[in-house]
């Protein structure tokens, strides 16, 4: 929703003196929200958002850039003033009211009051001064061994925010090149703490994020190691016997040549296969994608295309290389005949065998002066869109490189060191990127090198990644550091395993959150103040939302060895949470210590929430899915759009759950016929009391439990409109008993302290009455594990 100043965050202002008040006129060839004078131009383009332009020989820039590529966003209403209270022009709206005294662009010339009033001092910007934000993200992690700064972003608790956009290069004609227009280029944004519609209107300037493919979204096998074709086979195989579901297999630098003559420098860039180690690339890209995996290959292109790489003879001849110099292709994507041989040269013959995309593993700096492009930015922009065009869904892997590169997914975060802090760290990462709109980090899981062997680190981590946006497994060359599940405890290796099929379960979740991103800028994960504007949604930064239903707050700490579990404190917002592996119901409005053992993770969905999953996670993933598992959660309405895709169509399916009046409602909307015909839906209604459903759909089982209660519906493509009369929010005392149980049978405590403990639940007749009991036990770190128990009575 749009969010109006109130009263009490209204500064007062002067009343309008209508002798000096101007109506925006249309000039010639000019837009009617363009304001421009003697060197400078103002364009209101929302009435949250106004362009601040200052040149000295009025050229302004009016290609796209890097960031920006629309500047019409509608018609926002604003009022213009001029020769006012010593000012050369003021502009006004609901939100913002900007001062210009004339002149070149300084912090005494230019300044603007925003109308939020959310502090007593700082509702001014003065022109060029760095505004505190709520940050945003960083080009890489590389070598990171816990918390790194980040650069700021779009979102502040003062209500604004502000983009230097005067150094960024321009495109035109879908070419990348430095600007010419010299001056300042600004953007001033005043969206108080509507985030939603910051984001969404940023996103309207600067594009929105694309439609990742939909097998992105699931487990990805990546390390850096010297497979062989066999070895690599039998890995996979491995898997698929484990019952262990992966979508991307990646191939990092030891898929080509490394080891190279010393007169063609560095081995790190390469196009050659190795035969030594692949004998036959070609059957193996095969043999992956006959199991479902899609294929990509790292590549550093720093060094171009050198003599000795096998497309060399055809790149040398369309460049016209001196070859008996052994003349190299020199990396420069700016000029059109190298980036011409480069793709279709080098890489597209490599995709006809089955790569399917990149990882562009670029780690040579930026740009080296003003008058150049990032080479960075023409490796994302190049690559992508020859994935676009050759793939209809594209998709690479690589690096930030500033405001834009959401355009380009997905991120690559870099090299971090296996630790406990690299873990602390990445849950706030990866939320706070969504406040320079940057959504689909992909991290490695498990950290890329250093540290030492942890098993419940390695999970922690695994578990976070799974609720992360992409879910990329990867470790060093190191021997002993590979992240496959069987490589840790028998414990630790099955909760793995559960969890990287958990994975794939979610994939109709993620794709409809990934379909939301793409078309309405809704991240997946976004932090708790997106939702919730109070002091206690920031200082928890470290829990988000996990798409619209889900709140994860992932275990960064050992566990505590004497409990044998780790503890995690939460504030759960305002309503019903429920535990997403335990079904147990928690009040909102509350900070509580939760307690979770090796097996379980907190997550939780909201009150009211619906989650699609796919109950074969053994199964291709980018199909849509025959069967689907929706879980239904009561105790508050919710409308809830599952979007799926596929060739460029798109079907809705709509969930309507009044639970006020025990009411589900299913419409499908499917002008293409994507979805499987006869599809059948599991719902599963967790938390609640028995039903009867009225009118009875076509039901294949009818089961229940104490966690959940099960219909089947089958041909789901036809509409569903029924009641189910008797349902209620469960009583949670089974739950709640075998909860206490399994607690009290992990801790490493007294056997007669259990017993004592468990007679006392038992027999309490009051919550109070076991309160008073765990204060005389005079252990507050066993009475804090116990509460959590209390709190669920």
């Known amino acids: ?67 920006v590529q629309n500047r019409n966003l509608g018609t926002p209403d604003f009022k213009v003033y001029r020769q006012r209270n010593h000012h050369e022009l003021e502009i006004v709206t609901d939100y913002f009211h900007l001062y210009y005294k004339g002149g070149p662009f300084t912090a005494e010339s230019l300044y603007i009051d925003t109308k939020y009033g959310y502090s007593s001092y700082d509702n001014r910007w003065n022109f060029g001064q760095p505004v505190n934000t709520l940050k945003g993200t960083v080009r890489t992690l590389d070598e990171a061994d816990g918390v790194v700064p980040l650069e700021e972003g779009l979102m502040s608790r003062n209500g604004y925010a502000a983009i230097d956009d005067s150094a960024s290069f321009i495109i035109e004609n879908d070419l990348l090149r430095p600007r010419t227009a010299i001056g300042a280029d600004w953007y001033y944004l005043a969206y108080g703490h509507d985030y939603f519609s910051c984001l969404k209107d940023y996103y309207q300037l600067t594009g929105f994020p694309p439609l990742l493919p939909r097998y992105a979204l699931g487990n990805w096998w990546s390390r850096y190691h010297a497979y062989t074709q066999d070895e690599y086979q039998k890995l996979f195989q491995r898997f698929e016997q484990a019952g262990i579901p992966f979508s991307v297999a990646v191939l990092d630098i030891n898929w080509h040549l490394t080891q190279i003559p010393r007169r063609f420098g560095s081995g790190w860039t390469g196009y050659t296969w190795n035969h030594k180690l692949f004998p036959h690339p070609e059957r193996l890209l095969k043999w992956l994608h006959e199991r479902g995996k899609k294929v990509t290959l790292n590549v550093h292109p720093a060094d171009g295309i050198r003599a000795f790489e096998a497309p060399y003879p055809t790149v040398a001849k369309h460049l016209n290389l001196d070859t008996t110099a052994e003349e190299p292709a020199l990396f420069n994507l700016h000029d059109d005949a190298f980036r011409k041989s480069y793709f279709e040269d080098v890489h597209h013959p490599l995709e006809k065998i089955g790569v399917d995309f990149w990882w562009i593993d670029w780690q040579q700096g930026t740009n080296l002066s003003t008058h150049s492009v990032d080479p960075l930015w023409l490796l994302n922009h190049y690559h992508f869109k020859d994935s676009k065009q050759r793939h209809g869904e594209g998709l690479i892997l690589s690096r930030y490189a500033g405001l834009g590169s959401h355009r380009y997914p997905v991120g690559f975060s870099g090299d971090t060191i296996v630790s406990w802090a690299s873990l602390a760290f990445q849950p706030y990462f990866t939320a706070t990127a969504a406040n320079v709109g940057y959504t689909w980090w992909s991290h490695d899981i498990g950290g890329h090198m250093h540290g030492q062997r942890d098993d419940e680190l390695a999970l922690r981590w695994l578990q976070f990644g799974v609720f992360s946006p992409i879910m990329r497994l990867h470790s060093s060359g190191n021997l002993f550091s590979g992240k496959e599940p069987w490589n840790y405890n028998h414990e630790t290796a099955a909760i793995m395993r559960e969890f990287l099929r958990l994975r794939h379960e979610l994939i109709p979740y993620l794709d409809s959150a990934n379909f939301k991103t793409h078309k309405f800028g809704q991240p997946l994960v976004r932090p708790m103040y997106y939702h919730h504007d109070e002091p206690t949604a920031y200082e928890f930064n470290q829990q988000a939302m996990f798409g619209s239903e889900m709140l994860v707050a992932p275990i960064v700490k050992p566990q505590n060895q004497r409990l044998k579990q780790s503890k995690v404190t939460i504030w759960f917002p305002e309503g019903y949470w429920f535990d997403f592996f335990t079904g147990l119901r928690y009040r ?69 759950w009044d639970w006020h009046k025990r009411r589900l409602r299913i419409k499908v909307t499917d002008p293409n016929q994507i979805i499987p015909k006869r599809r059948i839906l599991q719902l599963h209604f967790i938390g609640v009391t028995p039903f009867t459903v009225h009118p009875a759909p076509t039901i294949k089982n009818n089961t229940s439990t104490h966690k959940q209660r099960i219909i089947f519906i089958q041909n789901a493509g036809a509409a569903f409109d029924a009641t189910f009369e008797h349902m209620a929010l469960a009583p949670q005392r089974d739950l709640v008993v075998e909860r206490l149980f399994d607690k009290l049978r992990r801790a490493q405590i007294d056997y007669d302290l259990k017993e004592l403990i468990w007679q006392k639940f038992i027999s309490a007749d009051s919550k109070i009455q076991f309160i008073s009991f765990l204060n005389t036990l005079n252990d507050q770190e066993l009475a804090t594990f116990l509460y959590e128990i209390v709190y669920l009575m």
């Not at 000096?20 to 000019?30: L, P």
């Not at 999953?613 to 105790?635: A, C, E, F, V």
């Open 588 to 656: 909102g409005n509350v900070i509580l210590n939760v307690f979770r053992d090796n097996h379980r993770y907190p997550v939780f969905v909201r009150a009211g929430g619906i989650v699609p999953l796919n109950p074969y996670p053994l199964s291709d993933p980018t199909p849509l899915p025959k069967t689907l598992t929706i879980k239904l959660y009561p105790g508050a309405d919710n409308v809830y759009h599952l979007y799926e895709h596929q060739a460029n169509c798109t079907a809705v399916t709509t969930f309507t």
């Open 1 to 67: 929703m749009r969010e109006k100043p109130n009263a009490s965050m209204v500064k007062k202002s002067i009343s309008p003196d209508w002798r000096n008040f101007i109506v925006t006129k249309r000039q010639s060839g000019q837009a009617s929200n363009i304001i421009s004078g003697q060197n400078y131009r103002f364009t209101v383009l929302t009435e949250r958002m106004i362009r601040l332009e200052y040149s000295t020989d009025h050229h302004f820039e009016d290609h796209l850039t890097q960031m």
